[in-house]
């Protein structure tokens, strides 16, 4: 019945139209007619006065007639007034009809296009998901698969320090999704990219983070059995078995972080995990120098890409100091440089560091410190540092249990070649170095899961 009833209010509309559009011209020729006869009247009234004046021979009788004929003039002048003052009225209110009837027909006709378009539209989209059913739903697919992923993969805001334990199961979902993302080289990501960048940074970071695990457990199990024992341990096909890491984590981490930076050029948190990746893990710091330095570009309020340019200046210097030890007190500068710029942020990279990465940073701080007061010529100055290295590692001492890393890069920089080994032998600072030896040398806990985010500068 709605049908109908609208069919019949459009009919009436249209049948309004021409009335409305009729009165609408007769009220302008009626104002325009009334318009021209009070223009003639004026003139005609006026002249009719002048000529009663000059015939009359009393001054009182011209007088009256005068008035009597403006009066007169004046009462016509007020008709023709009110009727024009009518017929604008009925003009205006023709033309208000007019236009509700036109804009309604408009409105109507937008309505049905609305409607024709909403029916293409839909049979467009029907006959798309029929002959490409992968492409219906696909934003919530990938959004689906970056919750899911993260169910298994813990954030990324710290580096992951801790790989937690993931069982068979949940590895094969890992694998299982994996296998999905490769579809992802099929499409145009730009309306996804946020979901696909995470996803892509998502696995990258745990392959790097796998390899540097598995890379530290191994090295505790070498350096605690003899080398036979290690052999055996490889041959067998027990549980307890330790195997080397995969060198291809590495190259699969490096191709899901280049994925994820290709696909969101503008999101800092991959260059971050490319940064982790060869610095700590490929020990590869030229691959990552560039991404780094964008990192901070992209986001200058965080410590975590300032941290990895920092063992980058850091290692650049170590290797100058033979061949070019003026050079090499460079590197070690720009390195405290980019901590004392860390130092000033209050951020890692999206939530405030925890206590093991700021003492990550005043270790780092000391090693460069130290190696620079070793390349200083002049005796204050070579103290002035040195001291500032002991301040530093006080802060960052004692090593909690499970920081292990932090453990073994105090005592290899205290021995032969180490960043502290000048430092050590130092008769000024014995005793303020001496008694903090003792950390290198504290029980190790007897299981880690921490991930090599430090390395032995």
């Not at 969101?264 to 590869?284: H, M, R, T």
């Not at 001492?397 to 080994?421: H, I, M, Q």
Request: aromatic share 10%; charged share 25%.
């Amino acid at each position: 019945m709605q049908p109908l009833t609208e069919s019949r209010t459009a009919s009436n509309s249209r049948g309004l139209k021409p009335i409305t559009t009729a009165i609408g011209i007769l009220v302008v020729l009626l104002i325009a007619v009334l318009a021209l006869q009070l223009f003639l009247d004026s003139l005609h009234w006026d002249h009719r006065a002048e000529f009663t004046a000059t015939n009359a021979s009393d001054e009182e009788k011209i007088l009256s007639a005068k008035l009597m004929s403006y009066e007169k003039s004046a009462d016509e002048l007020k008709t023709l007034s009110s009727l024009i003052l009518g017929l604008s009225t009925l003009f205006g209110l023709a033309l208000g009809v007019n236009s509700y009837i036109n804009l309604k027909e408009t409105k109507e006709q937008y309505e049905k296009e609305i409607t024709r378009l909403k029916e293409n539209l839909q049979g467009e989209l029907l006959a798309i998901h029929h002959d490409f059913p992968l492409f219906r739903g696909m934003h919530h697919s990938i959004t689906a698969i970056g919750v899911k992923l993260r169910e298994f993969i813990p954030d990324s805001d710290y580096g992951r320090e801790e790989l937690t334990r993931i069982s068979t199961s949940d590895r094969m979902m890992i694998h299982y999704f994996e296998r999905v993302v490769a579809t992802f080289e099929f499409f145009d990501l730009g309306p996804f990219k946020i979901e696909a960048s995470r996803i892509y940074t998502g696995l990258g970071s745990y392959y790097a983070h796998k390899y540097s695990h598995e890379q530290t457990l191994y090295r505790k199990a070498k350096a605690r059995v003899s080398n036979s024992t290690v052999t055996m341990l490889k041959s067998e096909t027990s549980e307890t078995r330790i195997d080397p890491p995969m060198p291809e984590d590495i190259e699969r981490a490096r191709l899901y972080l280049r994925r994820a930076k290709s696909v969101q050029p503008e999101n800092y948190l991959p260059l971050n995990e490319i940064g982790f990746l060869e610095v700590i893990v490929a020990d590869k710091p030229e691959n990552a120098l560039a991404e780094l330095m964008m990192s901070v570009d992209l986001n200058p309020s965080q410590q975590r890409a300032r941290y990895y340019l920092s063992i980058i200046q850091h290692q650049l210097g170590v290797n100058l100091i033979a061949s070019d030890p003026i050079r090499a007190a460079q590197h070690f500068r720009k390195s405290m440089d980019y901590l004392d710029e860390a130092f000033e942020q209050d951020r890692w990279q999206v939530t405030k560091p925890r206590t093991r990465y700021l003492k990550s940073m005043y270790y780092n701080y000391a090693c460069s410190s130290a190696r620079m007061a070793d390349l200083d010529p002049e005796q204050a100055e070579k103290s002035k540092l040195y001291a500032g290295a002991v301040d530093y590692l006080k802060k960052c001492t004692p090593f909690a249990r499970d920081e292990d890393v932090l453990r073994e890069s105090f005592r290899a920089d205290c021995a032969a070649g180490g960043d502290f080994e000048a430092l050590a032998k130092n008769q000024e600072f014995s005793a303020k170095f001496g008694p903090l030896t003792k950390h290198a040398e504290a029980k190790e806990p007897k299981e880690s899961n921490q991930t090599e985010d430090q390395p032995a500068l």
